[in-house]
């Protein structure tokens, strides 16, 4: 059952469909909006008592709701600044080591930084052999993404592509999944050295932004149709921001990843594949 799955969304219009759900997670209509969100309530059973706004028919579209913000004691931050944070809720896929290029997507499936990063040489030779960890968030999960270091933004790009599921049995099937899905890749200069966090989009992403440049996805144009591009920050905004603030979010589930360099952290020993994680949560150690 696992391939027909898979095989039928290689079948689907991603993003026309992505389109779609955009526009009917934006509706104000209130008969509508108080439906999905009810249903969708009704179904995962999101954690609301977390929620600066706990009342779900108080938010004025589906999209409002599913991007909430939380009370500011919801996800405590880990005080130490010599650890790294989880930027997401969520779950931990997988975290280590990468074997020169290659990143460990499923068992027996890998891929490349150079695929992941679009051959961006300057940052793909910075995380060479270096660290990383993929994180796989949940419809039901806070879907706002946030700063795992200290850092300043160097560089940020958008890469077109398809937008296949990034459940783990899709992750199990298909060749390549976060280096062929659409995603957005913000590099940048930390404290103790460089780091990227790449927003990976799926079935269903209707949206993809970050504080620094406001909507990112979805383009006018059909996406398989638009090559790489440069996002240029608006003119107002900080470009340096602090462990733990809000870095960008998306719509539906999706997956977010974290690169560091060689050496850049020491994992906990008590840290595992398939482990929930919550936004400011320490999952290692910088070095010294």
């Known amino acids: 059952m696992s391939w027909l799955f898979v095989g039928l969304q290689a079948l689907l219009p991603h993003h026309l469909l992505g389109r779609l759900v955009y526009a009917l ?12 969100i009810a249903r969708f309530v009704q179904h995962y059973q999101p954690r609301l008592s977390e929620a600066l706004q706990p009342d779900a028919r108080a938010y004025d579209s589906f999209n409002a709701f599913f991007t909430r913000a939380l009370r500011a ?17 969520g779950v931990l896929s997988n975290c280590g080591r990468v074997d020169g ?5 499923a068992k027996g499936r890998f891929y490349t930084l150079s695929e992941l990063l679009a051959d961006a040489g300057e940052w793909t030779h910075a995380f ?13 999960n806070y879907h706002r993404v946030h700063m795992p270091l200290s850092g300043r933004l160097r560089a940020a790009w958008h890469v077109p592509g398809r937008l296949f599921s990034v459940n783990s049995t899709t992750a199990a099937r298909v060749p ?20 990227a966090v790449v927003l990976v989009g799926a079935l269903f992403v209707g949206s993809m932004s970050t504080v620094w ?14 090559g790489i591009r440069l996002l240029q920050p608006a003119t107002d905004c900080d470009l340096w921001q ?23 952290v020491h994992w906990d020993v008590a840290l595992k594949d398939g482990a929930p994680v919550a936004v400011g949560q320490g999952l290692g150690s910088l070095p010294a």
């Not at 997670?25 to 999905?36: A, F, G, H, Q, V």
């Not at 440049?213 to 383009?219: A, K, N, S, V, Y």
């Open 101 to 105: 290029q290659k990143l460990l997507q």
């Open 25 to 36: 997670s934006r509706t104000r209509r209130p008969w509508l909006k108080d439906l999905l």
């Open 73 to 89: 004691d919801a996800r405590p931050i880990d005080p130490n600044p010599a650890r790294l944070l989880s930027p997401c809720d």
């Open 213 to 226: 440049h406001g909507q990112i996805t979805p383009l006018r144009t059909h996406s398989a149709l638009v």
């Open 176 to 195: 390549r999944l976060f280096a062929r899905n659409e995603r957005v890749v913000c590099a940048f200069d930390g404290e103790r050295g460089p780091f």
């Open 242 to 264: 602090p462990r733990g603030a809000e870095l960008g979010r998306f719509n539906m589930g999706s997956t977010v990843l974290l690169l560091l360099p060689p050496a850049g």
């Open 128 to 140: 060479s052999g270096g660290e990383y960890a993929t994180f796989y968030l949940a419809p039901s």
